[in-house]
């Protein structure tokens, strides 16, 4: 049964300071939902916290970077101690490159990349799908992955933002498997956004000291990125969006109707594949 009724139930939210996550955890606290948000950026994250108190569920603020294993089992930890059940896991934190030529990206921001987008997720479903399990309650868990994810953009130069997406979806896709979440009742959704209006391209000064430090972004720029999709989307629409994914379990969520047109092309190219093996299966003969 999908949650129908976020009224008492306590949610998750990573990078919950600001842009998609602040909305989200704005849209959960209206309707009733205790929320932990939980951020690199601790200024940011008090300010959002007390904003969202306004609402007057329970709010606590979790000081937490997502890529360090550790330090998402004890933000686990104080959430089971000061909310309870985790009924909403939303692992939404993220960070973006502007668009990088592949040779150009280098070590450094490899690791925060793919530590912040990808494990970071991998951390919070480790952390906490166990949790949810053992307490029997059902819920949902929300990942975020991006449009790139899903189809070869024809512009966007940014290799390791996208791996790093792909790797969410497909770790989304196979969640239900590893852990039985049917049965118990949790829904997940991959949420795929094109454009939305938030301040991601500032990420480069969150980068942790241990992936060295803060950065401009300015200087690997080489490309525009999305010019094609129309209007962001505003992070409140976002909001709309996941909670309406988790109370109808609806896996994939995307907020930009052009894009079904790139995923189409994609897979044409899939098929191409499939029509190709068909046709050389046809012909083989074994050499003797
Ligand atoms: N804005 C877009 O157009 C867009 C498009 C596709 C996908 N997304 C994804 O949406 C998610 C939310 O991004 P947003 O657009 O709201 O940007 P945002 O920068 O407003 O929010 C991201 C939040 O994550 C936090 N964060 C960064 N590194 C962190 C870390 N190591 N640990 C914990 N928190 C960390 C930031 O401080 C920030 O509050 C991201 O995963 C992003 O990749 C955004």
Known sequence: MPLSDFAGRNAFITGGASGIGLATAHALARAGANVALADIEPEPLEVARAAVAAHGGKTIAIPLDVSDAVAVATARDRFLAELGTPHVLINNAGVSLRPTLLGDVGPGKWDWLLGVNLLGVVNGVTAFVPEMLRRG????????????????????????????????????????????????????????????????????FRRPERFGGSFSNDASAKVDSFTDVGAAATPDFTAALLLDAIKTDTFFVFTHPECADWIGERDAKIRAGFAQLDRVAETYASPS
Not at 144 to 173: C, D, W
Not at 192 to 203: D, E, H, R
């Open 137 to 204: 309650e059902g819920g949902h868990i929300v990942n975020t992955a991006s449009i790139v994810a899903m189809q070869v953009h024809p512009f966007l130069h940014n290799i390791p933002y996208r791996m790093s997406k792909a790797g969410v979806v497909n770790l989304s896709e196979c969640l239900d498997l590893e852990y039985g979440l049917a049965e118990a009742g949790i829904g997940v959704s991959v949420f795929c956004p094109a454009l939305v209006s938030t301040g991601i391209i500032n990420s480069s």
